[in-house]
């Protein structure tokens, strides 16, 4: 049994780490490409596309908990979690493959195509990345260990952010030679490839240590009813709704941005690469600041300067190209401070809700994060396809004033009001370092009788 001093070996918090590294190779594609995919490439109006990620967000909050409830009860001899990895490597990377193809279909028949591949993919999606977040919860117990298993996992997720936002849009021009549809092809074709391989990785060097008590009995009605009774688990599925809305809209945003109010779309890469390498720098001082300050405290200051340099985009004209890019390292260096701390926030929801109730879910916890990771991508994609709409956006045109206006601000200000709310959520979860200890400590000697 795992106890609280137990440290995780170098090579599983790789191993564990390369999961998200796989995932974000599909994933990072959609968040930066996914609209813009739809829109200029497979011919379908920014409505339509942003109608289509609203849509299958109805199906999530329905998939996703069921998943959590059929994770929870898998008894393997690999684990609880662990083979879900394994099980939904090859479907997620043909389910990658397949949404970026462009079949020659009828505009109906495309719509459709469109629906069945991103219903699945996001199906596949939660098969696979809400059992690999749940593990990192039964992994450790460890209050270091966890956050240091987080920051592992950002910074390899943060260096398949790199390639998609480094690579992708070159390897679709150098692949498609003016046909962007078989660029994504073949660019995607490789990313999925890679990703299976990678998934397969995690599955081999990971272990989970932390089981449920023996004599737990409870149903699925009154697990669903701990999350109810649980602040800080409604505090951190709200704020995860809006966080991830947040990171679509903008990440959608910023090839418009650079195609239509820059006016080149060369910086595009180099960009999102430089404020990458910032993230992954902030994310190495994660650690160190949370077991100083707390995790909270941590997310609601880093949180707050990325709202105040997300905002000063609106002041920035299209000229000024080396204020846009400090700027944006400003925001990803501070960022970079919250992003481990959201998933290790959630296993010490699992814990107090273990605490508390003397019965624990881990996955159905974790499927609050799933569920508003996938919201907020629909949710913020679909928010930038009507601005755009709403703005008069054109595809593969010149825009107007009012359009480069609204582009402007959805790079800004809009994104820069939903990481506010965020912010305002992290003062209702009441986990603070001292509860943090004392929880901990209380659940070692619990276990120590099983």
């Given at each position: 049994m795992q106890t609280n001093s137990e440290k995780l070996p170098f090579k599983e918090k790789v191993g564990y780490a390369l999961g998200d590294t796989a995932a974000n190779l599909i994933f990072q594609t959609m968040i930066m490409f996914q609209l813009v995919f739809y829109t200029d490439t497979f011919g379908i109006s920014a409505?339509?596309?942003?109608?289509?990620?609203?849509?299958?967000?109805?199906?999530?909050?329905?998939?996703?908990?069921?998943?959590?409830?059929?994770?929870?009860?898998?008894?393997?001899?690999?684990?609880?979690?662990?083979?879900?990895?394994?099980?939904?490597?090859?479907?997620?990377?043909?389910?990658?493959?397949?949404?970026?193809?462009?079949?020659?279909?009828?505009?109906?028949?495309?719509?459709?195509?469109?629906?069945?591949?991103?219903?699945?993919?996001?199906?596949?999606?939660?098969?696979?990345?809400?059992?690999?977040?749940?593990?990192?919860?039964?992994?450790?117990?460890?209050?270091?260990?966890?956050?240091?298993?987080?920051?592992?996992?950002?910074?390899?997720?943060?260096?398949?952010?790199?390639?998609?936002?480094?690579?992708?849009?070159?390897?679709?021009?150098?692949?498609g030679q003016g046909n962007s549809a078989q660029g994504y092809q073949w660019t995607m074709g490789i990313f999925s490839a890679l990703a299976v391989i990678l998934f397969f990785i995690t599955f081999a060097s990971t272990k989970e240590r932390i089981q449920?008590?023996?004599?737990?009995?409870?149903?699925?009605?009154?697990?669903?009813?701990?999350?109810?009774?649980?602040?800080?688990?409604?505090?951190?599925?709200?704020?995860?709704?809006?966080?991830?809305?947040?990171?679509?809209?903008?990440?959608?945003?910023?090839?418009?941005?650079?195609?239509?109010?820059?006016?080149?779309?060369?910086?595009?890469?180099?960009?999102?690469?430089?404020?990458?390498?910032?993230?992954?720098?902030g994310i190495f001082f994660s650690k160190k600041l949370s077991m100083r300050y707390g995790k909270r405290n941590v997310f609601i200051g880093g949180l707050s300067v990325t709202t105040l340099f997300t905002a000063l985009f609106v002041f920035l004209?299209?000229?000024?190209?080396?204020?846009?890019?400090?700027?944006?390292?400003?925001?990803?260096?501070?960022?970079?401070?919250?992003?481990?701390?959201?998933?290790?926030?959630?296993?010490?929801?699992?814990?107090?809700?273990?605490?508390?109730?003397?019965?624990?879910?881990t996955a159905i916890v974790f499927s609050a994060i799933v569920f508003g990771l996938k919201a907020g991508l629909g949710f913020g994609g679909a928010i930038t396809g009507y601005i755009l709409s709403l703005y008069g956006y054109v595809p593969n045109a010149v825009q107007n004033a009012v359009t480069l206006d609204g582009i402007r601000l959805t790079m800004s200000i809009f994104p820069a009001i939903t990481f506010g709310i965020c912010v305002v959520c992290l003062f209702f979860y009441r986990i603070d370092k001292q509860v943090e200890i004392q929880i901990t400590t209380e659940l070692a000697d619990r276990r120590k009788s099983y």
């Open positions: 409505i339509a596309a942003g109608t289509l990620l609203v849509v299958v967000r109805f199906w999530d909050a329905i998939f996703d908990p069921i998943m959590g409830i059929v994770a929870d009860r898998t008894n393997t001899k690999w684990g609880k979690f662990r083979p879900w990895v394994l099980w939904t490597a090859v479907p997620f990377g043909i389910m990658g493959f397949l949404t970026f193809l462009t079949p020659d279909f009828s505009p109906g028949g495309k719509l459709i195509y469109a629906y069945v591949t991103y219903i699945v993919l996001m199906m596949v999606y939660s098969a696979n990345n809400l059992p690999y977040s749940a593990l990192s919860g039964v992994m450790t117990g460890d209050l270091g260990e966890r956050t240091s298993l987080s920051s592992y996992r950002f910074v390899f997720a943060m260096i398949a952010q790199l390639v998609i936002q480094g690579l992708a849009l070159p390897m679709v021009n150098y692949f449920p008590a023996p004599n737990q009995k409870a149903t699925v009605k009154e697990h669903f009813g701990d999350l109810l009774k649980n602040g800080p688990w409604l505090a951190m599925f709200i704020l995860t709704v809006i966080l991830f809305i947040t990171l679509a809209m903008r990440g959608s945003v910023v090839i418009y941005y650079f195609r239509y109010y820059v006016g080149n779309e060369d910086l595009f890469s180099w960009f999102n690469v430089f404020g990458t390498v910032a993230t992954i720098i004209p299209p000229t000024a190209i080396q204020l846009i890019f400090a700027t944006e390292i400003l925001r990803q260096f501070a960022y970079g401070f919250t992003i481990p701390l959201l998933w290790a926030m959630m296993a010490d929801v699992a814990d107090f809700s273990e605490w508390k109730n003397k019965r624990r879910a």
